[in-house]
């Protein structure tokens, strides 16, 4: 997830992906569709101030003829996944979803090797994914697709409400945050190991945390860094809602980093955010219906809600 392109050129990485597809399809000629990428246009909610959708932004499907179908679900799985982005605000770019013909291509493009567990990789400008035809035997599902494609069109978004296209990749955004936040828009916790796996976890293994150590862990225990991210970021939405996760990219469209960002929005560093959420878990919050009433209230945070 380093670079994307601009809108006027090609991006090496892009260029490097499209001759990869080429190479290991004979040279297979690049076909293309595309979608409006639009949203509602809303000037205000929640007191945090919203972006309205750049004229031109499309979502644009690239991919080879072999894949036609593919693309057919993708560009539902699109035009689907929009009505559900809007909650986060709206596109400034357009965004390429490059249809790999394989799983080997997809980890060339985003530069990942022995991520088995891929089928995407998001930029601010471009999303790699491989091709859902390949993804199982029988191929993937337009319920699959429609589910992996909200959780990297979330990515993209969450990059360019944040920042632009020069500036995304230095915002310091953590992996629990950024990852947690499509999942949660995916609906994917059932996905995900448990709050009791998660507590499970940390008392088996007390130096090691998914949250802090992320990066480190996310090859080898995957499972666990997706499960401390999607947990994580639930509670962060339900102390303190949604409203204030837009106040967070709202504050670092500005110019702040991701810790200044959440310290402005949320009331509180996210290292003390985070250690609160790590009690909750320890200490079993979650069972008995405890409230998750906030340590000190964000500016548009709602009141205290139960988990």
């Given at each position: 997830?380093?670079?994307?392109?601009?809108?006027?050129?090609?991006?090496?990485?892009?260029?490097?992906?499209?001759?990869?597809?080429?190479?290991?399809?004979?040279?297979?000629?690049?076909?293309?569709?595309?979608?409006?990428?639009?949203?509602?246009?809303?000037?205000?909610?929640?007191?945090?101030?919203?972006?309205?959708?750049?004229?031109?932004?499309?979502?644009?499907?690239?991919?080879?003829?072999?894949?036609?179908?593919?693309?057919?679900?993708?560009?539902?799985?699109?035009?689907?996944?929009?009505?559900?982005?809007?909650?986060?605000?709206?596109?400034?770019?357009?965004?390429?979803?490059?249809?790999?013909?394989?799983?080997?291509?997809?980890?060339?493009?985003?530069?990942?090797?022995?991520?088995?567990?891929?089928?995407?990789?998001?930029r601010y400008e471009q999303i790699e994914l491989q091709s859902p035809s390949t993804w199982t035997l029988l191929g993937a599902s337009q319920s699959q697709v429609d589910?992996?494609?909200?959780?990297?069109?979330?990515?993209?978004?969450?990059?360019?409400?944040?920042?632009?296209?020069?500036?995304?990749?230095?915002?310091?955004?953590?992996?629990?945050?950024?990852?947690?936040?499509?999942?949660?828009?995916?609906?994917?916790?059932?996905?995900?190991?448990?709050?009791?796996?998660?507590?499970?976890?940390?008392?088996?293994?007390?130096?090691?945390?998914?949250?802090?150590?992320?990066?480190?862990?996310?090859?080898?225990?995957?499972?666990?860094?997706?499960?401390?991210?999607?947990?994580?970021?639930?509670?962060?939405?339900?102390?303190?809602?949604?409203?204030?996760?837009?106040?967070?990219?709202?504050?670092?469209?500005?110019?702040?980093?991701?810790?200044?960002?959440?310290a402005e929005a949320v009331g509180l560093k996210p290292e003390v955010f985070l250690q609160d959420f790590r009690n909750y878990v320890r200490?079993?919050?979650?069972?008995?219906?405890?409230?998750?009433?906030?340590?000190?209230?964000?500016?548009?945070?709602?009141?205290?809600?139960?988990?």
């Amino acid at each position: 997830m380093k670079r994307g392109r601009s809108q006027s050129g090609w991006s090496p990485g892009r260029v490097a992906a499209l001759l990869v597809a080429g190479w290991l399809t004979g040279c297979a000629s690049t076909r293309s569709t595309s979608v409006p990428a639009e949203a509602p246009s809303t000037q205000t909610e929640g007191g945090v101030a919203m972006k309205t959708p750049t004229a031109g932004a499309r979502i644009e499907v690239e991919y080879r003829e072999k894949d036609t179908t593919a693309a057919s679900q993708v560009r539902l799985a699109v035009e689907r996944a929009l009505p559900k982005l809007a909650r986060w605000g709206s596109f400034d770019d357009s965004v390429t979803i490059v249809v790999h013909p394989n799983h080997a291509a997809l980890e060339r493009a985003a530069n990942r090797s022995g991520y088995d567990f891929l089928r995407a990789w998001a930029r601010y400008e471009q999303i790699e994914l491989q091709s859902p035809s390949t993804w199982t035997l029988l191929g993937a599902s337009q319920s699959q697709v429609d589910e992996l494609l909200l959780h990297e069109l979330t990515h993209s978004l969450m990059y360019q409400v944040a920042s632009d296209r020069l500036g995304w990749t230095r915002k310091g955004i953590p992996l629990w945050f950024r990852e947690g936040m499509a999942s949660y828009t995916a609906e994917q916790g059932y996905r995900v190991p448990s709050l009791d796996d998660l507590e499970r976890y940390w008392r088996t293994h007390p130096t090691a945390d998914p949250l802090s150590q992320a990066d480190t862990l996310y090859q080898g225990e995957s499972d666990i860094v997706y499960a401390a991210a999607h947990h994580a970021f639930t509670f962060l939405v339900r102390r303190y809602g949604e409203p204030t996760v837009r106040g967070v990219l709202h504050a670092m469209s500005r110019g702040p980093d991701f810790s200044t960002a959440f310290a402005e929005a949320v009331g509180l560093k996210p290292e003390v955010f985070l250690q609160d959420f790590r009690n909750y878990v320890r200490w079993r919050g979650f069972k008995g219906g405890r409230k998750l009433a906030p340590l000190r209230p964000g500016p548009s945070a709602p009141p205290p809600t139960a988990p």
